[in-house]
């Protein structure tokens, strides 16, 4: 059901010599939520994309509880930021659309289909999606079209739930109601879980450990452990969140190469003389 | 606080100079002459008739002026005269259904091979370097300077009318349709790979599937080619059809059925537009 990740010394080299990764080692815990945050064109994505086999990595090997994966597999689902969803299928078809899959389907019992339908109906409740079950994605809003792309991942089984930028389209109120379903979802379904955000808040908020990657070549910067237990909306303004917060924005900033723009902004709003 | 307090018990002196209050605009509707802006339906269809009709009259008023040889140029009137001859004749609906049988049989030969391999084309790489090229360039093959070939490869049988409306319309069509695939979001087809989909399954599951409405509106636009290939067709080997009939009209100077001949065309491909969209809206209704 959940698996203990391993990235061996990854690394990834575009046709054209641009070195988007330099070795990257990191071990995830089963069951263990990590966000990865960093400056744009850090490669954050690309690792994320490496990890789901939807981007060939140039050299090191990823073990999946041991067992070394190559290219795409239902074992590492991943739900996108946006346009994901099929159009044509109601919210339930969309669910179930790995069980029209042959991977899925080989092999099945009666018991495993009736488990099967069992468990679309329990992630269309855990996600709050009983009232739309038969819409069609146009006429949902953006949080419960990324409610459906993340029960149609979760339906799967996969043993990493891989999310990039999954909430970097929705408004900002909507965001935290994601947040807080994300926690209970991660306490339901215990999946090894990886997320990849622009956003420092979404990733402490969420996450039991935050990478920060560095751009140029992309490679881990720090680490940070997240300490709080309790999620709650009230935690988004405690003071050693905010520390946190300012900690791993500082990192970011130091390692973007912003200090020109920084150094340009206070030249312009310098006083004059 | 005390600001607004002096205003609210302002003298009534100071009110009367105050501007008197715009009128409420009475027509609340949005505006007609925006970039981009909205029309409502009835509206739109009003607009749309005043200049069916505007045209119709400026037509009988040129050919009622007497101004034009109406050998040139015949009424309206003349050619609803026209068609009721040629329908009375008995060959008017003779030559329509052959026509119809023609466009569809060459369309349908052309669909049935070009929406396969466009979608390939769509889905793989290798597929498209084989193919795409070769379209591209058989695409500017002026269809019509194929006449004497398909002439002498088919002879005057129906094959020849055929294969020239499919020369006109297969090559776009291809490429279309192939675009039509690629435009489906990559999202949709990296979402399937990772729940476990095979190459196949893609294609046939995610890729027809998302693009089957915009492949159905390139068979629409590619419907009106096979049309215009049709005339050329029955223009230079037929002795049926409408495009023969506008030839025929033509050598015995029957200006007025040559216009029948056109607007029938016109017609039946308008007919078959609205059909096609209405099914496009009938067969997915879950397009935003």
Known sequence: MTARVVLQSITKTFPGGFEALAPIDLALEPGSFTGIVGASGCGKSTLLRIIAGLETRSAGRILIDGEPVAGP???????????????????????????TLAVHARNATDSDIGDATRRSVALLNLMGLARVEHAYPKQLSGGMRQRVAIARALMAKPAVLLMDEPFGALDAQTREVMHDLILHVKSAEKRTIIFVTHDVEEAIYLADRVVVLAPHPGRIDTIEDIPFTARHRDLRLDPAFLTLKRRITDRIRATAGLSG???DLKTLTAPAG | MTERAKTASAPPTARAIQPEPR??????????????????????????????????????LVAAAGTINPLFLPGPLAVVRALIAWWQSGDLWADIG????????????????????????????????????IMEFARYL??????????????????????????????QMVLMISEDTSRVPMAQIEAARTLGASNSEIVRLVLFRSAMPAMLDTLR??????????????????????????LQAQRYLQTDKIFVGIMLIGIIGLITDQVLRRLHKFLFPWLP
Not at chain 1, 80 to 99: A, E, G, H, K
Not at chain 2, 27 to 38: E, Q
Not at chain 2, 124 to 131: C, E, K, S, T, W
Not at chain 2, 152 to 169: D, N, P, R, Y
């Open chain 2, 98 to 133: 052959i026509s119809v049988w023609r466009v569809m049989a060459g369309f349908a030969l052309s669909a049935v091979i070009a929406v396969p391999l466009g979608l390939y084309i769509g889905a793989y790489q290798p597929v498209r370097a084989l193919f795409e090229p």
């Open chain 2, 221 to 246: 636009i590619t419907l009106g080619f096979a049309w215009t290939y049709l005339v050329v067709a029955e223009l230079i080997a037929a002795n049926s059809g409408l495009g023969f009939a506008i």
């Open chain 1, 73 to 99: 597999g239902r074992d590492r689902t991943m739900v996108f930021q946006d346009y994901s969803l099929y159009p044509w299928l109601t919210v339930m078809q969309n669910i179930r659309f790995c069980r």
């Open chain 2, 23 to 60: 009128p409420e605009p009475h027509d609340l509707r949005a505006p007609l002459w925006v970039v981009r802006g909205r029309m409502d339906r009835g509206r739109y269809i009003a607009f749309a008739l005043a200049s069916f009709f505007g045209l119709l009259i400026l037509w009988e």
């Open chain 2, 142 to 171: 002026p269809a019509v300077a194929f006449v004497p070939l398909v002439l002498l490869w088919f002879g005057l049988g129906e094959s020849a009318k055929i294969s020239l409306i499919w020369i006109g319309t297969f090559f």
């Open chain 1, 261 to 263: 723009d920084l150094d």
